[in-house]
């Protein structure tokens, strides 16, 4: 408790934002993952390691992976589950190693990715690398604006991304065909926490410089928790990068300047504050989509639907200076939470 204290005083650095909270205790999951779009046609990857320390049970390690084809309208998912003994998530937090099941990653902005995972329709293999945009969107960033809500009790799900724009090359292997990446685009995530929420939408989108416009990016999500078993109201936030500007629009409690609608498979919000105000519009309708089954340590079930072809449209006001819009076809990764299924999905992984 002195420990904590002392972190949320100021009076510790605060963790790198890839440095692993698992301490081996119960009642913990943490997860780091990446995406790869391709930036001419709707293809993308996504790969995932998760630690499971349940409040029953042993710890587990699981190896997750997901091929979006949007032209060929078709998933192809997994995931492997071992022992945490036989994992690691170990090392600097600048040059973290993990090995799951047959996932290997060396985490860092000049990292790499290999192995396999096995999908009911085969095995596909990968070997990726990356390096950092040197964008400056391309900055670690948190969409918690406190250091209170990165490490205190509330929220139970920590988030940030390291990450937020990567170049990705490399070769995955499917049943049927080799697809080669150059220049694809993408980020890295870092989660953790005492359980899942409730209900969120999460999205996050890379828009590349073009026509003389510099580079952009946005994150954020729309959630509920579970407080002394009552729901929260629905609450959002943003963040926006364009070029040198930032604009943080994370101001979690003020609901009157908030406004957000989840469907099926899209999200749309609104968001107003000191920086302005920014609407963001994701769309998954019609593309390929992975309903994935998230423990939660206590035993329960949540189900993420799971796109990396969203459509997106990014409007912004800055309080000042002009207005901007920004669009994407199919570079959106979108996810929503929920605690039952989608009758639509008759597997989850």
Same mark, same amino acid.
Request: with cysteine.
């Given at each position: ?19 692993? @909270? ?5 009642? #913990? ?5 990446? *995406? ?9 990857? %996504? /790969?995932?390691?998760?630690? +499971? ?12 992976? /997901? %091929? ?9 998912? =997994? ?16 040059? +973290? ?12 902005? #000049? =990292? ?12 596909? *293999?990968?070997?990726?690398? %990356? ?35 990567? @170049? ?5 292997? +499917? ?9 694809? &685009?993408?980020?890295?995530? #870092?989660?953790?926490?005492?359980? #899942? ?24 999500? &729309? ?8 729901? &929260? ?32 498979? @899209? ?11 920014? @609407? !963001? ?10 309903? +994935? ?5 206590? =035993? ?8 990396? !072809? ?29 605690? &039952? ?7 989850? /992984?």
């Amino acid at each position: 408790m002195n420990a904590l204290l002392a972190q949320l005083a100021g009076t510790t650095p605060e963790l790198p934002v890839n440095a692993p @909270r698992f301490s081996g205790k119960r009642g #913990h999951v943490e997860s780091y993952f990446w *995406r790869a779009n391709d930036p001419d046609r709707p293809r993308a990857l %996504w /790969i995932k390691a998760t630690v +499971l320390a349940p409040l029953e049970g042993e710890p587990v390690a699981q190896a997750w992976f /997901i %091929w979006f084809d949007g032209e060929r309208k078709r998933t192809l998912a =997994g995931k492997e589950t071992v022992p945490l003994g036989s994992a690691r998530f170990d090392g600097d937090p600048d040059a +973290l190693q993990i090995r799951a099941a047959q996932l290997a990653v060396d985490v860092g902005a #000049h =990292g790499s990715a290999r192995g396999s995972v096995k999908t009911r329709e085969g095995e596909p *293999r990968f070997e990726l690398s %990356w390096t950092p945009d040197p964008s400056p969107v391309a900055a670690p960033l948190s969409l918690y604006p406190l250091r209170m809500l990165r490490e205190g009790p509330f929220p139970k799900l920590k988030l940030v991304t390291p990450f937020p724009s990567l @170049r990705f090359t490399g070769r995955v292997t +499917l049943p049927d065909e080799t697809v080669e990446l150059a220049g694809w &685009t993408g980020m890295q995530g #870092h989660n953790w926490g005492r359980e #899942h929420a409730f209900e969120y939408a999460w999205g996050q989108c890379v828009f590349p410089s073009s026509g003389g416009q510099p580079e952009a990016m946005v994150e954020g999500f &729309t959630g509920r928790v579970m407080i002394a078993g009552r729901l &929260t109201p629905r609450v959002s936030a943003l963040v926006v990068r364009r070029g040198v500007e930032l604009y943080r629009f994370d101001r979690l409690f003020e609901l009157w300047r908030q406004d957000a609608t989840l469907d099926a498979d @899209r999200w749309t919000v609104r968001v107003a504050g000191a920086d302005g105000e920014a @609407r !963001l519009e994701m769309d998954a309708s019609g593309r390929p989509m992975a309903c +994935l089954g998230y423990p939660n340590p206590d =035993g329960k079930l949540s189900y993420c639907l799971n796109s990396k !072809l969203a459509r997106v449209k990014l409007q912004v006001q800055p309080a000042r200076g002009g207005a901007f819009e920004c669009t994407s076809a199919h570079g959106g990764a979108l996810e929503f939470l929920r605690s &039952t299924p989608d009758p639509r999905f008759s597997e989850v /992984i």
